[in-house]
């Protein structure tokens, strides 16, 4: 059996609902391995983080893991990481346990029998002997007669001997929730006010299945109450169903935690949800919507948090930069807000240029490793950290360094002779400058920035060149791009030897015969 929760016993006092920030909060994810952590769960994540830190309280991760078809190999492990990634430590947990675990509901099935037997007892669900054959014929009905789906109640009120009998004969079943037939509920959302709907648009929806495992609104429900969590934070689309959620509650004459359902994410174009299953694996373009992809092109965690931070969220009308322990201090529930929010891929570009800003050299050094790695170059630390400077301010993502700094490691361009010409150039200017350029770096003996500067502005003087002329034959045969680190600093962490086997070969490509 569960441990003792850190609230009341399942059927004790009424836990006190937390909705003041300074009372310890604890919240919970509880994300189902049926697919990959995308930016939707992430922000959930975020602000359940968030508000469990900010009060001292407690974050949980709950692996929501009953509807075994949908069950996907290795994505539990793959939302950890991701969660990992971005920071967000769980306090309890599958791996790190905890008081009232476990934390993988297919290891609480007994648990939720037992709730749901609570219910039964109670008269507030019953068992349901219907086939699915029957069921289907049910709903055919109903569409013909264009009514909406639902259980026509024929196992309702089935006598309590033939249930008995039934049940101990052994016969399939499942268990549904009686739901009340008349008057309304009242559903109070933290962001929207109180949710009013008539009990007869709701269905006897099913708690228990066949297979004796139980469904979200028996599971989730029980957990988060025997795992006394005080804010459910969760998403928009459990909005239809949280009328029922507080009827369940009712039922078992609970207390209700603070809900809060989220806004929802629209696709960039501001038109329709963003879709995450299936053909949503990439939205409008060809940006991910899930966090690893993001990882693999090249964003920060700091920069992945600052934007889905503000995707629901904001501290005032100007105030967009925040670290993670800022927006511990800053978040409160309080200013999240329900309009739906368009992914805005550029605002992400923005966050990750001034996350990279931030970083030290030797952080960014680190940072970028594993990119030139993916990209087959060999580097070292001390590499990487004299080139940081250098990338600093230039990259929107470490992946664009290696675009732009992979010629530090790289030998095997080989330009071509038109780009060794720059507009406005001959053939045979190019040469010159470049043949002027050895002569200097190989009379200075070194490449020290300003005696090097000052000697090739002169012979570009003395050539009749720009001096700019003179620099881009230089960075295409020294770097091969048109575009690259600042030339001379670049130049100087390549070292003499290279830099002028670089510059000798393209002299080479300009003096063979066309
Ligand atoms: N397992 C549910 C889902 O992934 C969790 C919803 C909730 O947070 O209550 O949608």
Redesign the pocket.
């Given at each position: 059996m569960n441990p003792a929760p850190p609230g009341p016993p399942a059927n004790g006092p009424a836990l006190p609902a937390s909705n003041a920030s300074t009372s310890p909060a604890r919240s919970?994810?509880?994300?189902?391995p049926?697919g990959r952590l995308h930016i939707g769960?992430a922000r959930?994540a975020l602000y359940d983080f968030l508000l469990a830190r900010q009060t001292q309280g407690q974050f949980l991760l709950?692996i929501?893991d009953t509807d075994r078809k949908r069950l996907v190999p290795g994505a539990e492990e793959e939302q950890r990481e991701a969660l990992e990634w971005l920071g967000l430590a769980w306090d309890e947990g599958p791996d790190v346990g905890g008081p009232v675990g476990p934390y993988r509901q297919s290891e609480r099935t007994q648990i939720y029998h037992e709730h749901a037997q609570l219910l039964v007892r109670g008269g507030n669900a019953y068992a349901c002997f219907c086939t699915p054959d029957r069921l289907a014929q049910v709903r055919q009905e109903q569409q013909k007669k264009k009514l909406p789906p639902r259980y026509d109640g024929r196992c309702r009120d089935l006598p309590a001997a033939e249930v008995h009998a039934r049940l101990a004969s052994g016969e399939g079943h499942v268990i549904r929730f009686r739901t009340p037939r008349e008057g309304t509920t009242t559903a109070v959302d933290l962001l929207r006010g109180p949710i009013t709907v008539e009990n007869a648009s709701l269905d006897d929806y099913i708690l228990l299945k066949s297979d004796g495992l139980p469904v979200?609104h028996l599971a989730?429900l029980v957990d988060?109450r025997l795992m006394g969590i005080t804010h459910?934070?969760?998403?928009s689309?459990?909005l239809p169903t949280f009328p029922l959620h507080v009827l369940i509650y009712q039922a078992f004459g609970w207390e209700q935690p603070v809900w809060v359902h989220l806004s929802i994410f629209l696709n960039p174009s501001g038109k329709g949800k963003m879709s995450k299953r299936g053909a949503g694996e990439t939205v409008a373009g060809a940006m991910s919507i899930q966090v690893l992809d993001l990882r693999a092109a090249g964003y920060l965690p700091e920069a992945v948090i600052n934007w889905i931070a503000l995707m629901g969220w904001s501290l005032d009308d100007h105030t967009e930069v925040f670290t993670l322990p800022e927006l511990v201090q800053a978040f409160s529930i309080g200013r999240l807000n329900a309009s739906p929010a368009a992914v805005n891929y550029s605002k992400l570009d923005h966050f990750n240029g001034i996350h990279i800003r931030t970083l030290s050299f030797d952080e960014l050094a680190h940072r970028l490793s594993p990119f030139f790695a993916a990209a087959g170059l060999g580097t070292s630390q001390d590499q990487l950290r004299r080139i940081a400077p250098l990338v600093q301010e230039r990259i929107r993502t470490l992946e664009e360094a290696v675009e732009i700094a992979g010629f530090f490691f790289r030998d095997d361009f080989t330009p071509t002779p038109a780009a060794l010409v720059p507009k406005g150039l001959t053939p045979s200017a190019s040469q010159r400058a470049l043949e002027r350029a050895l002569e200097a770096i190989r009379s200075l003996g070194d490449l020290e920035f300003e005696p090097l500067e000052a000697r090739l502005r002169r012979e570009a003087a003395d050539l009749e060149l720009e001096p700019g002329q003179l620099f881009s034959v230089l960075r295409i045969a020294v770097t091969g791009q048109a575009v690259s680190p600042p030339l001379l600093p670049s130049m100087q962490v390549l070292g003499v030897d290279i830099v002028v086997r670089r510059i000798e070969r393209a002299i080479g490509i300009l003096t063979l015969p066309v």
């Open positions: 919970r994810f509880a994300p189902s049926t769960g959930t709950r929501e979200y989730a988060d459910v934070l969760r998403s689309e459990w």
